[in-house]
């Protein structure tokens, strides 16, 4: 220690200083650094645990936003070589050409319901509908293609995402306004399907009810099923082509049924005590 005071004595004569200090001295100024050093905090009981699960759960967070960012970054990638591969694989010249493809088709799909129509001629529904969904899909695919190629131009115009999105949105409505009246009679066509299969769809139930009344006649004809009890019965059906009713109007029905029957029932008794009495009914 003398050896390395005396060095530094000799290397620094200006900077260092080497005084000795009694003991008395040197306790007094350890104990004084003692009092300086801070004290060490207390720690209440399940702090660690709970600050160790929230270390854990924001860990978590961190790697699902990760997950997240590598997902989003894998499908804009995807997207984009997608959308590259479709805006090539047709020209501006073949897309028109398709364009109107779809326009002429809708139009003879229109002529012929209204051709059918006014000749009063039942409409050829199948054809109608298959025609309706190839040049539906025709259309989807169009659609398609025009979005590729509009994000194919924006990303190459590198506007930034949130121009970008808004600049694709109005070229998308100003395509759809250039082909307004062809999807306005593609769903006039959709509209007429729909009708077509609802009235399809009423007859065939008038005439399924139609033949349960039918084979209920038969078979009561075969059992000998009294034709008072057989009136009965059919006022009480579903007529062929009446709608269910209302919970109201059921009520009403079932009580007018209810009357009938009554009534019916009445008019039996009556037939059969003058019958008794050896008396021709009133008819």
């Given at each position: 220690?003398?050896?390395?005071?005396?060095?530094?004595?000799?290397?620094?004569?200006?900077?260092?200083?080497?005084?000795?200090?009694?003991?008395?001295?040197?306790?007094?100024?350890?104990?004084?650094?003692?009092?300086?050093?801070?004290?060490?905090?207390l720690e209440l009981p399940g702090v660690?645990?709970?600050?160790?699960?929230?270390?854990?759960?924001?860990?978590?967070?961190?790697?699902?936003?990760?997950?997240?960012?590598?997902?989003?970054?894998?499908?804009?990638?995807?997207?984009?070589?997608?959308?590259?591969?479709?805006?090539?694989?047709?020209?501006?010249?073949?897309?028109?050409?398709?364009?109107?493809?779809?326009?002429?088709?809708?139009?003879?799909?229109?002529?012929?319901?209204?051709?059918?129509?006014?000749?009063?001629?039942?409409?050829?529904?199948?054809?109608?509908?298959?025609?309706?969904?190839?040049?539906?899909?025709?259309?989807?695919?169009?659609?398609?293609?025009?979005?590729?190629?509009?994000?194919?131009?924006?990303?190459?115009?590198?506007?930034?995402?949130?121009?970008?999105?808004?600049?694709?949105?109005?070229?998308?409505?100003?395509?759809?306004?250039?082909?307004?009246?062809?999807?306005?009679?593609?769903?006039?066509?959709?509209?007429?399907?729909?009708?077509?299969?609802?009235?399809?769809?009423?007859?065939?139930?008038?005439?399924?009810?139609?033949?349960?009344?039918?084979?209920?006649r038969e078979r009561a004809a075969r059992?000998?099923?009294?034709?008072?009890?057989?009136?009965?019965?059919?006022?009480?059906?579903?007529?062929?082509?009446?709608?269910?009713?209302?919970?109201?109007?059921?009520?009403?029905?079932?009580?007018?049924?209810?009357?009938?029957?009554?009534?019916?029932?009445?008019?039996?008794?009556?037939?059969?005590?003058?019958?008794?009495?050896?008396?021709?009914?009133?008819?």
């Amino acid at each position: 220690m003398q050896l390395l005071i005396k060095d530094l004595e000799e290397r620094f004569p200006d900077q260092f200083t080497h005084q000795v200090i009694s003991r008395e001295d040197a306790r007094e100024i350890w104990a004084r650094g003692l009092e300086r050093e801070p004290s060490p905090q207390l720690e209440l009981p399940g702090v660690r645990e709970q600050a160790r699960e929230q270390n854990e759960r924001q860990r978590e967070a961190r790697q699902k936003a990760k997950e997240r960012q590598d997902r989003t970054r894998i499908a804009e990638r995807e997207q984009r070589a997608r959308d590259r591969e479709l805006a090539r694989s047709v020209g501006p010249r073949e897309l028109n050409e398709k364009r109107e493809q779809i326009r002429a088709d809708v139009a003879e799909q229109a002529r012929k319901i209204a051709e059918a129509r006014q000749k009063g001629q039942a409409l050829e529904i199948e054809k109608i509908r298959e025609s309706h969904a190839w040049i539906t899909k025709d259309l989807s695919d169009v659609r398609e293609i025009e979005r590729a190629q509009t994000r194919e131009m924006l990303r190459d115009a590198e506007l930034g995402r949130e121009p970008a999105q808004e600049m694709e949105r109005q070229l998308e409505r100003n395509c759809e306004v250039q082909r307004k009246d062809v999807t306005r009679e593609l769903g006039e066509i959709g509209s007429t399907i729909v009708r077509e299969d609802k009235q399809r769809y009423e007859r065939e139930t008038v005439e399924r009810q139609r033949e349960q009344v039918r084979e209920v006649r038969e078979r009561a004809a075969r059992e000998g099923v009294p034709r008072e009890v057989m009136h009965v019965l059919e006022v009480s059906r579903l007529q062929p082509g009446e709608q269910p009713r209302t919970r109201e109007h059921e009520r009403d029905h079932n009580e007018h049924r209810a009357r009938e029957a009554a009534r019916e029932r009445e008019r039996v008794a009556e037939r059969e005590r003058q019958r008794a009495l050896g008396r021709e009914p009133e008819r």
